[in-house]
């Protein structure tokens, strides 16, 4: 009982392992996991991924149905991270034109908003201070208190 209880997991595991799959059939697993989690009306969840991929294929390892599951998300991210820089490509144009601006306050705004696109946004802070704060000009004599 134990040996043929051990063999059909060991044939399990080999099956798994099986034929490689060519680059247009794992692109389609790919796509497919495109359509289901992103396109679906009702999004696909990881688990629900890999329970459609053991009935659907049922040909390789969970690892490798979770490779296809990071795959299609790297796809989607490089597809909205194409089309900002398409939005955003014509609106840089304009600031860079604006600076050319005879009013300085347009070309700062400019500068601000050319700042917060490219992610190097200074965020601004109010400070209240209380206390004394004591201010040495060199001599000890001369000390300033403000």
């Not at 996991?33 to 991924?49: S, T």
């Not at 690892?63 to 955003?88: C, I």
Request: charged residues 35%; contains cysteine; aromatic residues 8%.
């Amino acid at each position: 009982m134990i040996c043929i209880t051990i063999r059909v997991i060991y044939l399990k595991h080999t099956r798994m392992a099986g034929k490689k799959l060519s680059k247009s059939e794992t692109d389609a697993r790919i796509d497919k996991c495109l359509e289901l989690r992103y396109n679906a009306a009702d999004p696909i969840l990881f688990k629900d991924w890999i329970k459609y991929c053991k009935t659907e294929y049922d040909d390789k390892s969970e690892k490798q149905y979770s490779a296809y599951w990071s795959k299609a998300k790297e796809q989607y991210d490089e597809k909205w991270r194409t089309k900002l820089n398409a939005l955003l490509h014509p609106a840089m144009n304009e600031l860079v034109s604006l600076l050319a601006n005879e009013d300085s306050k347009i070309r700062q705004r400019a500068v601000d908003q050319i700042v917060k696109y490219t992610g190097n946004d200074i965020e601004k802070i109010e400070a209240k201070i209380e206390g004394n704060i004591e201010l040495n000009w060199g001599d000890e004599d001369s000390n300033t208190r403000l």
